[in-house]
């Protein structure tokens, strides 16, 4: 088992022994880990259901059979194709978390390329780039948004009633760069795709429960059932499939411990060093003027720097619950900034393996100058629609 572990999660490991000896040696007291640990707790349930549900819902072939039939649907044309795709990627990460979008659909999208002879990047990108930027609408979106709600103060509904507005700019911006950097016939080279042939799914019984399953959870969050609850609804009644039609698929292997576990450490390793001297840098990094913009520049920033969620664990702690419109303008810079850098969300690393294993080149150079101009417009765009219309 150890000689299975990569670097990352020798990373995530070293995180959460890091956040254990703080606590030992009393650097975190004692009041403020296990007060980290209540908040988190929901979360970490959460996180395990949907990417279970999400894991046995691309396994009973859900996701293959959308992604067919959206190329089916397309006709052979790319603009079609290309509507279809953002809006199922735009989908899938606002309610079925962004972790989806990348590490389950990539591959999804990359099986359906050689079929239809499609580009590969193109669809590569829409995954990843919408993964992070249609992140904003719901909590359930992204951790980020999950871990600001209860300093911010809004239900669900609330929630997305602030950030609808943020939500449709980033989207908008993402569509432009999108077709103008990989879409266009200039950058794909090919006129027309060649729609697939639909297969049938193996196991309809399966499928059947994965899609009610997906479907239950959607409903849940609509009648402001609390997240943790409805993703572990919905899981039941995709494992109990799984259970009675497939049993050898369900593995230990479903379990993110790696990303249980790195979160568990960031919330023990970030209220330390905000203990000892961080939150003062933080306080002058995003100022005392209450500029929504630099805010969020700043979560960006840090994002591409250290990760997504280290950087908004961290500049969260120093803005006053009052000051709503820069929590979010945080939320905005931690979620749609994170396209610059491969290490920049976790969701971003798994997407970089995924490519890897399905041998579909990124032009790291191309990577990095298309996510900053997209990180640079989305922001200044998403930013003015939350202060002006959100």
Not at 155 to 166: G, H, K, T, V
Request: charged letters at 15%.
């Amino acid at each position: 088992m150890l000689r299975r572990l990569g670097v990352l999660d020798w990373i995530r490991i070293g995180l959460l022994l890091l956040g254990l000896v703080f606590v030992a040696t009393g650097l975190l007291p004692w009041e403020a880990a296990t007060e980290s640990m209540d908040e988190i707790g929901p979360l970490l349930i959460f996180l395990v259901a949907i990417i279970v549900v999400a894991e046995l819902t691309k396994e009973a072939q859900v996701f293959d059979a959308i992604a067919a039939r959206m190329a089916v649907l397309g006709r052979g044309n790319y603009a079609a194709l290309f509507f279809l795709c953002v809006a199922f990627a735009s989908f899938v990460t606002i309610f079925l978390n962004l972790d989806t979008t990348a590490v389950l659909l990539t591959p999804v999208m990359l099986a359906l390329a050689p079929k239809a002879r499609i580009a590969a990047l193109p669809l590569a990108m829409t995954t990843i780039w919408l993964a992070n930027t249609a992140s904003l609408l719901l909590p359930v979106s992204n951790l980020t948004n999950l871990l600001g709600m209860e300093k911010i103060g809004l239900d669900a509904q609330e929630f997305a009633a602030r950030m609808w507005s943020p939500q449709i700019a980033a989207i908008a911006v993402t569509m432009v760069f999108l077709w103008v950097f990989y879409w266009r016939r200039g950058e794909r080279r090919d006129l027309r795709y060649t729609p697939p042939v639909l297969e049938p799914v193996a196991d309809r019984v399966l499928f059947g429960a994965a899609s009610a399953g997906c479907l239950l959870f959607i409903a849940l969050l609509l009648l402001e059932v609390h997240v943790a609850v409805a993703a572990t609804a919905a899981a039941v009644i995709v494992l109990g499939a799984f259970l009675l039609r497939a049993r050898e698929r369900l593995t230990w292997s479903l379990i993110p411990w790696q990303l249980v576990i790195f979160v568990t450490g960031l919330f023990l390793v970030v209220p330390t060093l905000s203990l000892h001297g961080m939150s003062t840098l933080m306080t002058w990094l995003i100022g005392a003027d209450g500029n929504p913009y630099r805010t969020a520049a700043v979560g960006a920033g840090l994002s591409n720097v250290i990760n997504n969620l280290p950087a908004y664990t961290a500049v969260e702690a120093v803005i006053p619950a009052a000051d709503q419109d820069r929590l979010l303008a945080l939320l905005v810079g931690t979620n749609v900034g994170p396209v610059v850098t491969p290490w920049a969300s976790l969701a971003t690393l798994l997407w970089f393996e995924s490519c890897r294993r399905h041998e579909v080149k990124v032009p790291m150079r191309r990577f990095l100058l298309t996510g900053t101009g997209l990180a640079v417009v989305g922001l200044v765009a998403t930013v003015w629609a939350l202060v002006n219309v959100g």
